[in-house]
């Protein structure tokens, strides 16, 4: 048997494992039009703002670790079509390959910000790690930087450019940083602490077009020019489906492979997973795309094992994320007031400023923890974050608690760690979910 | 309706402001024989360590505070009887008065150590907070440090004598520290960090006397006498019930006070909180005691909601903990492996070493998490990690996790927020989730 994987990020590597280790004799292949795979595109920003000391450290493990692990990985090479009824994909410079099972991970594309100048050279793209070793030689070299859209990776990216010492300019057309996915009162410190790094904040600002002859040289936005030295475009995950959509596989409302719980898709004998496809969110069961290399690896992970023959079924999303942005930590799992608010879902909202530790133990700080409660079935809707410390934990916490659809009672009166190096009396999470409660 | 408090511990003051939240009106009045209320003994090896500046940051509201609020507190007031008939309690030096409702919050005693010169002077209980700042004194002229048991607290006090310089011995009857509540496992690590702080470990060693003239000077062990300057006798706690005894009040196997789910002890009019009361294990139900500040706090809130007229459940308890334990902290939840297998309780062991952050991000810690799963239901029996990061809170996930029966099946898949500066691609209980599942 041979099972084809194409692209080499999380979800084919993931898959690739997982089919090797559900049909240890089944040839597998994975196809990868770049030089690398399975390395952490998450830390490219980092590299850039010197807190990691090397891209390499990004690549998990080097190609002898694959091929000592009798893993098939052809690089460089572009898969240009699939013929699903003909159970072969044509690769470039080699034709037709027969496949007896296909997982696509085609990942994603940015999205094109749609004014003049976007063939601009000179325009970065987060992405791939041989691009953001070449951009971040420029950087050396570069005094004024602009970022387009105050979007996580954007964040990241503005505040390495802050960190190397360059004048630093965002761009964003939100009244505040993230507001497609993050309170205002969330973002609130946030956004304080990127203009205490020296960050030029522009917010509710469009951008108009890319500025240059050739090269890009700045960005002309609703309020103004800006020169710039160079220019990160950091627009939303928009995914890549071009070989599914040629080979006539289903296409979902948010653009992504429609896929059922198996992973698969709606050819015979061919599986998606990570940011090509769409999964249902946990509560409202609404098709959703775009989320972590975490939730890629694990799709991939299923989608290979049932390829290989095994079965595994990928569960309904509740979207635990967190980040580090200016000298906060943020996070949080499925809807904040404001996206709750624009899409009807019905809410109280609970809100708690608490600690890290006991308020008489040098060193603790704040966590914000904002609790939004159905107020009908008393379940989480979802949840935000802002601190320093165990944020990460506690959205996996909230996460846990919205999947096992815990009440919002449970967590107000829920049992927690007081020892004064590390844990306050009070929990913060139960703090906005008292105070919930006394909304409801 | 005058309510009476007796203690003035977290069960005391949790009684009192849930009393008065809920009958605004009634007179509540709250006794303690100390000097103080409401600080936090949990803070006091830290204050000895030199981590916190002075035993004042440990009190969390000063006497103005509570006067300003109206809560009614006879400081330096013993209470010497509780006649439950005739519904009044016997005030040293006042004489009888009575009450409509009663909340005792007496706490709890070290276990008496049974060993000759248990009653000399200078042996040192960690506890009241004005013994402490008297005892502090002591250290800054003491040179040798022996600390009799290592639990919890008498490995936050030699860590603390440590910091402070003093040559440190431990004496302890197990076979490793805190051996009747952790694992050898998880305390490997840890045991380690305490000989490299400089801590003499003298394990499976029993103390068969107090060695001085009037005054402590050392203690003689089965394996010898070591003289010192100052002795702190750690053992367990066990709950003070001196009152509730005398007045008639039914007591437990455990030796604490039998309470319902409203915190009603057996006599009318009768409610207990915190140490002094023994609670059901949410897994076994079976009774036990002495459990956190958070505990009786929570437990104390109950009980004066209840005394005032109000309704509130307080639920079988899971016991998150956690705790600096040299340079690691360390915690868990319910059973470890030695006590389940101790008790006969059914189970097998999932462990994995995780890491706190992406493997690629200076900084990462690790976190070793063990889990042990009841094989009949798949569901947690308890747990224990030693880390540095994210203990606490994973402590708490795995108390919400047990206490909601969510399968191990749904911690191994789990989402969990990858970020490189603040979550691995991995979640750690996930790992040990997944270790776990491979032996089911």
Redesign the interface.
Known sequence: MRIVVVGGGAAGIGAQGGAKGTAPDAEVVLYTEYEDVGY?P??IP?VHGK???KFE??I?QDKKFYEDAGFDIQYMTKVEGVDTAAQEIKVAGEGAVHYDRLVLGTGWNYADPGVPGSDLAGLHYVKNIRRAMEFDKLLDDAKVAVVVDASPIGIEMATAFAHRGLETHFVDPGGWPMSDIADPDIMEPVEESLRELGINMHMQTSVERFVGDGKVRGVATSKGELLADVVVVATDKTPNTELATAAGIKIGSTGGIIVDDAMATSAENVWAAGDCVEIPHGLTKVPINGL????A??QGKVAGVNAGGGERAY?A????????AGTW?I?GVSFGETLATALGIPHVVGMADGISK?????GWSQIRVKLLVDPETRTLVGGQMAGI?????????L???M??K?PID??A???????????A???PMALAAQNALGKL
Chains 1, 2 share one sequence.
Do not use: T
């Open positions: 952490s998450c830390g980092f807190e990691i000391e450290d990004l998990l972590s290399g975490s939730h690896y694990s569960q999303v509740q979207v635990p994320w967190g980040m580090v930590a996070g006991a308020r008489y133990y040098p410390e165990g944020i990460k934990e506690r959205a996996d916490f996460a846990m608690a999947r096992a815990i449970d967590i009166w829920m049992e927690n760690v007081y020892s004064p190096p590390i844990g009396l009070n929990e």
